[in-house]
C-alpha cells in the first residue's frame, strides 16, 4: 500500500514533503526578519541579557528559530527547556528545576526549591558555564509565574548574569510585558523581537526554497499560485505550508506538474483549507475595532 507521504512526493520527484508542519531547522528560511531574530537571540545570550523577548502569531516560526539556537549553542551553556508550563508559587521553580535535571523532593518547602536552584546556578557558573532558560509558549504564565521568573534572574555574581531568560510567545505576552504592573519584568528585557508575517514576494520566495530543499526546481508553483497562496495566508508560514500541501494535492491528482492560480483557487473553494478561517480580522485585512487598546498584527515565518 502507497505511504501517504508518497502521494505526490514520487510524481514531483521530491525527496519528501516540502510543506511539512514540524518545525525543522533543516528548512529554515532566512528571510531579513529570521535573521534578525536569530541575531536578536544570540546577541541576548552572548552579552548576558537578563531577558530575552521573541514574539510572534502562531505559526510564525518561533519555535523553528528555537531548534536552530539549540542546535548552535556548545557546552559552555546549560539550557533549560519548558513550554506552555503553568502553575502557582512553586511550581513553576519545579518545572524549572525538572528542565535543568535537578533533583528534588515534591513535597520540599519552597526556600528549599529556590536553594536548590541558586546552588545549581552557582556551580555551573563555577565551572564556566552560563545557565539559559528557555520558557516556549510563556503567554500562557499568569502574572505571578512571570514576576516568579523575573525573581530567578536577581541571582548574580558581581557584573555576572547567572541566569538569563528567554521568553517565547504569541503577541499577547508582548502586552503582558508592557503593562503598568509587569513594569519590572519589562525593566530586565534587554532585547526583544517581534516576528512579522511574510510579505509577498517573501512568501514566494519561502515556497521556492522548500520545494527546493527537497530536490524541486522551485518553480512548481508558478508566480500567479504563489501570490493566491499569500492572499488566503496573509504570509503566516504554517498556514502557507497547509495550503501548499493541498495544492500539491490538488495538481498530483489532476496529474499536473505545476500548481496554478487556478489549482489554489480550487484548494480554496472546496474548502479544503480550513485553516484560513483561523486568522484574524486584521490579518485577513477586515476592520478591527481597538478598544482602548492597539491590536498588533502578526510578524514572522515558520520555516
Known amino acids: 500500500m502507497m505511504k501517504s507521504e508518497e502521494l505526490y512526493t514520487t510524481f514531483f520527484g521530491f525527496s519528501e514533503r516540502p510543506f511539512t508542519l514540524l518545525p525543522d531547522p533543516s528548512f529554515l528560511f532566512w528571510s531579513t526578519q529570521h535573521k534578525r531574530a536569530f541575531a ?26 528555537l531548534r536552530h539556537l539549540l542546535a548552535k549553542l556548545d557546552e559552555s551553556v546549560t539550557v533549560g527547556l519548558l513550554s506552555n508550563v503553568q502553575g502557582g508559587r512553586g511550581e513553576l ?9 535537578v533533583k528534588f523532593d515534591e513535597d520540599e518547602s519552597y526556600v528549599s526549591l529556590f536553594r536548590r536552584f541558586q546552588e545549581f546556578v552557582i556551580d555551573e557558573y563555577a565551572k564556566g558555564r552560563r545557565v539559559v532558560l528557555i520558557i516556549d509558549e510563556a503567554q500562557g504564565l499568569s502574572v505571578e509565574g512571570l514576576e516568579e521568573l523575573r525573581l530567578l534572574t536577581n541571582i548574580n555574581s558581581d557584573k555576572d548574569e547567572l ?8 503577541p499577547e505576552l508582548r502586552d503582558i510585558v508592557q503593562s503598568p504592573n509587569m513594569r519590572q519584568l519589562a525593566q530586565r528585557v534587554a ?3 517581534h516576528l512579522a508575517p511574510m510579505d509577498q514576494d517573501t512568501v514566494c520566495a519561502y515556497i521556492s526554497h522548500r520545494l527546493q530543499v527537497v530536490g524541486g526546481t522551485g518553480d512548481e508553483f508558478t508566480h500567479d499560485a504563489c501570490v493566491e497562496v499569500y492572499g488566503a495566508t496573509r504570509g503566516v508560514p504554517r498556514l502557507v505550508n497547509q495550503l501548499c500541501e493541498f495544492a500539491l494535492l490538488y495538481a498530483w491528482s489532476d496529474e499536473s506538474q505545476s ?32 478598544l482602548g487598546r492597539h491590536l498588533s498584527n502578526c510578524e514572522e515565518g515558520e520555516g
Open 40 to 65: 536578536l537571540l544570540e546577541f541576548g545570550i552572548m552579552s548576558r541579557s537578563p531577558i530575552t523577548l521573541i514574539t510572534g502569531e502562531v505559526g510564525c516560526g518561533k519555535t523553528t528559530l
Open 93 to 101: 521553580l519545579q518545572w524549572v528545576l525538572s528542565a535543568l535535571s
Open 163 to 170: 541566569i538569563q531568560l528567554i521568553l517565547v510567545g504569541q
Open 191 to 193: 532585547a526583544s523581537f
Open 259 to 290: 500548481v496554478t492560480e487556478e489549482t489554489v483557487k480550487s484548494v480554496l473553494e472546496d474548502g479544503a483549507f480550513f485553516a484560513g478561517a483561523s486568522l484574524s480580522p486584521a490579518m485577513r485585512g477586515e476592520p478591527v475595532l481597538s
